[in-house]
T-cell receptor
Framework: GQNIDQPTEMTATEGAIVQINCTYQ??????LFWYQQHAGEAPTFLSY??LDGLEEKGRFSSFLSRSKGYSYLLLKELQMKDSASYLC??????????WGAGTKLIIKP | GAVVSQHPSRVICKSGTSVKIECRSL??????MFWYRQFPKQSLMLMAT?????????EQGVEKDKFLINHASLTLSTLTVTSAHPEDSSFYIC???????????FGPGTRLTVT
């Protein structure tokens, strides 16, 4: 079966750095997405990785290792507004998105 | 670019009635649209995938006669919840993908409450 694992909840301090991990086992791979979702709102796109390596975009970076079935989202200089759920999703061989359950990130002052 | 709208944003209806939710791609042609449901504190659950001009493909466990999906044009898809019950209360989110595009663009979601 297809499976995506990410931690349920993480807590970090304002101004710090946090890394959210995601491991996956899917039928085929056409890329991995990270989305941010605030409570009561729809997900918003953060990043897309299809090749191994690190993609940096401002305070957010995303890393992918296809051989290990592993990705992480790195958030730097955390702000209170970064409190949200972060969803990892893999595009499988049928170009369907397989979603992780999401990681709720709590930022403390 | 790549904006998707949903209407209504919130709807309250009585048990037994039907509710229609619209999803529109405003600045691109959505060859594929997806309908998701999300219960509180849970992840997105894909309900169905629809390609323009063809019947929707429903995920296992989703009743096609209860959740009617129409993707009549490249910019509009509708989800009709028929004979709604309180357990259908949820956050319904659509997303759209253009031809040859991998990314899904999400609408803002519709909060449905069935009383």
């Amino acid at each position: 079966g297809q499976n995506i694992d990410q931690p349920t909840e993480m807590t970090a301090t304002e101004g710090a750095i946090v890394q959210i991990n995601c491991t996956y086992q899917t039928s085929g791979f056409n890329g991995l997405f990270w989305y941010q979702q605030h409570a009561g709102e729809a997900p918003t796109f953060l990043s897309y990785n299809v090749l191994d390596g690190l993609e940096e975009k401002g305070r957010f970076s995303s890393f992918l290792s296809r051989s290990k079935g592993y990705s992480y989202l790195l958030l730097k200089e955390l702000q209170m507004k970064d409190s949200a759920s972060y969803l990892c999703a893999v595009l499988d061989s049928n170009y369907q998105l397989i979603w992780g359950a999401g990681t709720k990130l709590i930022i403390k002052p | 670019g790549a904006v998707v709208s949903q209407h209504p944003s919130r709807v309250i209806c009585k048990s037994g009635t039907s509710v229609k939710i619209e999803c529109r791609s405003l600045d691109f042609q959505a060859t594929t649209m997806f309908w998701y449901r999300q219960f509180p504190k849970q992840s997105l659950m894909l309900m169905a995938t629809s390609n323009e001009g063809s019947k929707a493909t429903y995920e296992q466990g989703v009743e096609k006669d209860k959740f009617l999906i129409n993707h009549a044009s490249l910019t509009l898809s509708t989800l009709t919840v028929t004979s709604a019950h309180p357990e259908d209360s949820s956050f319904y989110i659509c997303s759209a993908r253009g031809r040859g595009d991998y990314e899904q663009y999400f609408g803002p979601g519709t909060r449905l409450t069935v009383t």
